[in-house]
């Protein structure tokens, strides 16, 4: 072209992925093709057992699911809510306790003479 100076630039690109993200909260409800959960230690707050759920279980299955880094294990072998624990168990007594009372119900009608 000129004679005049020239300027040599080098120009680097990255592979850009088009995305979103959006919370747990958000995203009850919806089924996602792929996701890429976090499901890691925050700063700010304490992920539940119910939250990991939510994100774990937005896709068709476990191959359409990747993790974006380490999460503690304890997560889901902790008891998501005392509260919860203790009603799981009044609940549970009190089942066992209706099967009780019934099966004698049923034994005293089969002792029955027509």
Known sequence: MGTGPSTRTTRRQLPVTPAY???????????IDHVLVDIGRTTCFRLSPFNAYVALSRSHGRECIR????????????????????????????????????????????????
């Open 21 to 31: 993200a959006f919370t747990d909260f958000k995203a009850q409800g919806q089924t």
């Open 67 to 114: 993790l974006l880094r380490d999460f503690d294990n304890d997560l889901f072998l902790q008891h998501p809510n005392e509260d919860l624990r203790i009603e799981d168990n009044r609940i549970e007594r009190l089942a066992e306790e209706t099967k009780k009372r019934f099966s004698r119900t049923d034994s005293l009608t089969e002792n029955k003479v027509p």
